[in-house]
């Protein structure tokens, strides 16, 4: 379902709202359906509206906080443009305004379900399919906005990609391996988990015991390690599980996996073409031997 709020509305018909009460929502109704006598959609700031979709929206507003949830979506900028372009437009530099201390917030996140589930639903499962840590991660700023119940379900699709990550880091190879640990271990996937559904909390701690079995039996790069340590310090866990992923950083164990850099003398005395140039250079001095 699509939404636009009664304000909105409001503008596009040039009725004056003195005050939201059955007079007014009457008006409203009686002029949405006068248009779609002649029209069969209504354009309005850039998007379609079928007298179907109004019309759900106008059954809404029959319930008692409707008008109050209107406001309250319309003073988040973020989450108004995100709804009005069903998931189309995520405006940068802004955050959602989740008001969590209303007694009102249970029955705001059920009155945004019908809106914003289909949204999310259809977003997730594309990006996973694209596995696009980014654009899940921009989207994921708007769950917090659904019950658990729906929230578990919408977000369960980004657990399974991110375990399917993690699985294949397990069984890659040499320069596989080094490509999907950077995929795994960039803040971006870090920020994915982090924002999941806190009874997906155990997620967070599998990634840790994982990134302990991963450091003991691999010899990493610096830079490679550098990155396990910045995702490991970036994981949001609980006090005392952040304890454990500090102590593991400082213990000797993730210290001596780190590769050292060898010097570069003796890179170059192993490269063969450093074999070759020698020989040549022996072979010129014989020759000059010779014919002095």
């Not at 705001?108 to 289909?118: A, M, N, Q, T, W």
Request: proline share 4%; aromatic share 12%.
């Amino acid at each position: 379902m699509k939404f636009i709020s009664f304000r909105r509305l409001a503008a596009i018909f040039k009725l004056e709202i003195s005050e939201f009460n059955a007079d007014f929502i009457q008006a409203l109704s009686k002029s949405i359906e006068q248009y779609f006598q002649s029209h069969k959609v209504l354009r309005a700031y850039g998007e379609d509206f079928t007298q179907k979709q109004l019309t759900f929206i106008l059954a809404q507003l029959q319930e008692k906080e409707a008008h109050i949830f209107h406001e309250w979506i319309e003073d988040d900028h973020l989450l108004v443009e995100y709804l009005f372009s069903k998931g189309e437009i995520i405006l940068p530099d802004e955050e959602v305004i989740l008001p969590k201390d209303s007694p009102l917030f249970k029955q705001y996140k059920s009155f945004l379900r019908p809106f914003l589930v289909p949204i999310l639903s259809d977003k997730i499962g594309r990006f996973v399919k694209e596995e696009n840590l980014i654009e899940l991660k921009d989207h994921m700023k708007f769950s917090p906005f659904l019950s658990q119940e729906n929230r578990v379900k919408i977000e369960k699709p980004i657990v399974l990609f991110l375990d399917q990550s993690i699985n294949q880091l397990k069984v890659s190879y040499g320069r596989d391996f080094e490509i999907q640990l950077t995929i795994v271990y960039s803040l971006t996937f870090i920020d994915v988990l982090n924002a999941l559904d806190k009874s997906y909390y155990y997620k967070a701690l599998n990634y840790f015991e994982t990134t302990k079995l991963l450091v003991k039996r691999n010899d990493l790069s610096p830079m490679l390690l550098d990155k396990v340590e910045k995702s490991l310090r970036s994981l949001d866990v609980k006090e005392e599980d952040r304890t454990l992923v500090e102590s593991f950083i400082s213990s000797a164990a993730f210290a001596s996996r780190r590769k050292a850099p060898k010097p570069r003398l003796i890179e170059m005395v192993k490269s063969p073409f450093f074999i070759v140039a020698v020989i040549l250079v022996l072979l010129n001095f014989v020759f000059a031997d010779c014919e002095g």
